[in-house]
């Protein structure tokens, strides 16, 4: 199933992915207040309610716009309908618009039971057969494995490990980041 009028891009087996509203506010924040979710993000620090609420959240919905068919959206249980996380195609810097980047982020109860795989799989046959992307990629801290095998099990493989300075690093930040990807060809 893909877009329509009630904001609902694709529904897979157990997730079904909308637009993110104004609505999601309080969900975002309790996503990004959990230390375990944001543990290879921010080593665990919360982002505040007035970044998501003031900054974050509005740029997302103007991206709806902007990038058609790209963009971040809320996934939710198709059976109890709660808020889960969010699935992510987002438009590279460079305007580039062949290729986009693969993210997600669940709460810590929707772990280990492959939804995060799931979604990803919906989302990127979703890029390739809708909107006709070239490649989709992603990106995680290499000591992220949990996030790894997601990317893998995706049908993503694995592009290089590549290394960036941070003002603040976080623990593992000394192992690099890697990159992985699948494009339409293959």
């Not at 009028?5 to 996503?31: C, F, K, P, Y």
């Not at 959990?34 to 740029?59: H, K, S, W």
């Not at 699935?87 to 280990?112: N, V």
């Amino acid at each position: 199933m893909t877009g329509n009028d009630d904001g609902v891009l694709l529904e897979s087996r157990r997730l079904r992915l909308r637009r993110l509203t104004v609505d999601d506010v309080a969900h975002l924040v309790e996503l990004d207040g959990d230390p375990a979710v944001m543990r290879y993000l921010t080593n665990g620090r919360p982002t505040p309610v007035e970044v998501v609420r003031d900054e974050q959240l509005p740029a997302l919905l103007r991206q709806y716009d902007r990038h058609p068919g790209l963009g971040r959206w809320a996934a939710l249980d198709r059976e109890t309908g709660d808020f889960l996380g969010w699935f992510a195609l987002r438009p590279p810097a460079d305007g580039d618009g062949t290729q986009a980047e693969l993210g997600y982020r669940l709460r810590r109860s929707a772990w280990g039971r492959g939804l995060a795989t799931e979604g990803s799989v919906a989302l990127i046959r979703y890029a390739f057969t809708v909107i006709r992307l070239r490649r989709v990629w992603a990106e995680t801290m290499a000591v992220n494995l949990a996030s790894r095998r997601v990317m893998e099990k995706a049908g993503l493989r694995y592009v290089r490990t590549f290394h960036l300075t941070f003002d603040d690093p976080i623990p593992g930040t000394e192992h690099g980041e890697v990159e992985y990807e699948l494009c339409r060809a293959d």
